[in-house]
């Protein structure tokens, strides 16, 4: 399943873009900072960001220019009460793909971040790579040189956090909150299922790199 993340402060409109977007088959995670935005976006495998400029800590352009400093290319659709051609045009400079003025109607939203996600990646950015192995998101498969095997969504969004994290240790309840959102329950065993599965997935593309539990600190590939 694609997962967008929402970055907007007005309660209500947020809950109408989660609810429209949802409706549509597109996980969303919702914030209203600007910090906690970009924490969530180096946890979580998003496909377009929906980002509002108007935030309580600052213009949501300054999170646009971190992500995009930091050489991430996620599609980002900009919101915002400001019409004047300026503005727009400061966006686009920004980094923005495609920019969307307040009031606008509900099925238009939809109809842009749609378009944002059936846009191929541009960049080796959207196709993480660690080792021996590569995530290809829009195609839904992990590869180890020739070889490539399917990912389920929740195997797929954890696969890209460790590998992102190209060795590092990951927690236990990042692993979580990257396969099953933010706000979902997980049940205890959950990841303990899609960590085996990934395992045997890996071992059929015949990579040499393993998921590894590092004493109770969390998992990473080694």
């Known amino acids: ?106 099925d238009e939203l939809v109809a842009r971040v749609k378009a944002l996600l059936r846009r191929p990646a541009e960049s080796v950015a959207l196709q993480p790579y660690f080792g021996d192995i590569q995530i290809k998101p829009e195609e839904g498969v992990l590869c180890c040189n020739e070889e490539c095997i399917t990912l389920a969504p929740a195997e797929m969004q954890i696969m890209l956090l460790l590998i992102r994290k190209k060795g590092e240790i990951v927690r236990r309840n990042l692993l979580e909150s990257a396969g099953w959102g933010l706000s979902e329950a997980v049940t205890p065993n959950a990841l303990d299922v899609v960590l085996h599965r990934l395992r045997k997935k890996m071992s059929a593309i015949n990579s040499e790199l393993e998921i590894v539990n590092m004493r109770s600190l969390g998992y990473a590939l080694k």
Request: proline share 3%; glycine share 6%; aromatic share 4%.
């Open 1 to 106: 399943m694609n997962r967008v993340l929402l970055v907007e402060d007005h309660e209500r409109l947020a809950k109408l873009i989660e609810k429209q977007l949802s409706n549509s088959g597109i996980a969303v995670d919702v914030f209203e900072r600007i910090d906690l935005a970009w924490l969530a976006i180096q946890q979580m495998g998003y496909q377009v960001i929906v980002l509002d400029r108007g935030l309580p800590d600052g213009d949501g352009l300054t999170l646009l220019k971190r992500i995009r400093t930091a050489d991430i290319n996620i599609p980002c659709l900009i919101l915002t009460a400001r019409d004047a051609l300026h503005d727009r045009i400061e966006g686009l400079d920004t980094g923005a793909d495609d920019y969307l003025t307040k009031p606008f109607a509900m």
